[in-house]
């Protein structure tokens, strides 16, 4: 449930953007190499409001800035505002 979208949490809303959101948890553990997403805590009600506030993970160590900025775009509240998969191939294949 740490690598659902705020929008599957409250809503059972599953949605090509709230794959993104999935797709950024997955960047960040490559990049993390193989940690767990918010280790230690439970997947709650508090836990959702904290994502709802803005709360995120944090950069890995070895991800590039430019690698952490398209993480947290996957992660946007608004669904609406996160980029399209054809979207993030691009800027991957940008960076490689």
């Known amino acids: 449930m740490k690598w659902m979208a705020i929008e599957s949490l409250t809503d059972s ?3 090509t953007q709230s794959d993104v959101w999935s797709f950024g948890v997955f960047l960040w553990e490559i990049f993390s190499l193989g ?3 918010y280790p230690g805590t439970r997947v709650d009600k508090s836990f959702i409001r904290k994502l709802q506030e ?4 944090e ?3 070895i991800a590039s ?13 608004d669904p609406r505002e996160r ?3 054809h979207r993030l191939e691009e800027v991957l294949r940008r960076q490689l």
């Open 65 to 77: 800035d430019d690698l952490a900025w398209l993480m947290n775009q996957c992660w946007k509240s």
């Open 13 to 15: 809303i599953f949605s």
């Open 83 to 85: 980029p399209s998969f």
């Open 54 to 57: 803005g709360y995120r993970l």
């Open 35 to 37: 940690k767990m997403p």
């Open 59 to 61: 950069k890995p160590e």
